[in-house]
């Protein structure tokens, strides 16, 4: 079993940024693709980003392209989310999740095979 945890939610300033840390424990996820997704009130879960598992090809949702970047560091079993430029749209909560199947990615929640618990991003305007 793979346990994720989210951290660097908070509060900010349309404009601000903020960066998403995801921990992962119980078993090395080097060899999964990895992504974050997000889901507003009201709405459905949403692709944000996703990485393989070399860190080699990345993939955004158009929505947040150029504004938002997606990194790894398996030697931390950590994945992460740069957001800057933030907007009020931006405002969700943010799942750190991992697909253990390598290839081919996928954009779809259903993909994906274990999920952490979430962290509120709030952006004001």
């Known amino acids: 079993q793979v346990q994720l945890v989210e951290s660097g939610g908070g509060l900010v300033q349309a404009g601000g940024s903020l960066r998403l840390s995801c921990a992962a424990s119980?078993?090395?996820?080097?060899?999964?693709?990895m992504a974050w997704f997000r889901q507003a009130p009201g709405k459905e879960r949403e692709f944000v980003a996703l990485?393989?598992?070399?860190?080699?090809?990345?993939n955004y949702a158009d929505s947040v392209k150029g504004r938002f970047t997606i990194s790894r560091d398996n030697a931390k079993n950590a994945v992460y989310l740069q957001m800057n430029s933030l907007e009020p749209e931006d405002t969700a909560v943010y799942y750190c999740?991992?697909?253990?199947?390598?290839?081919?990615?996928?954009?779809?929640?259903?993909?994906?095979?274990?999920w952490g618990q979430g962290t509120q991003v709030t952006v004001s305007s």
């Open positions: 999740a991992a697909d253990t199947t390598a290839w081919p990615t996928s954009t779809s929640p259903d993909a994906y095979d274990y």
């Open positions: 990485i393989t598992w070399n860190g080699r090809r990345t």
């Open positions: 119980g078993r090395t996820v080097s060899s999964y693709t």
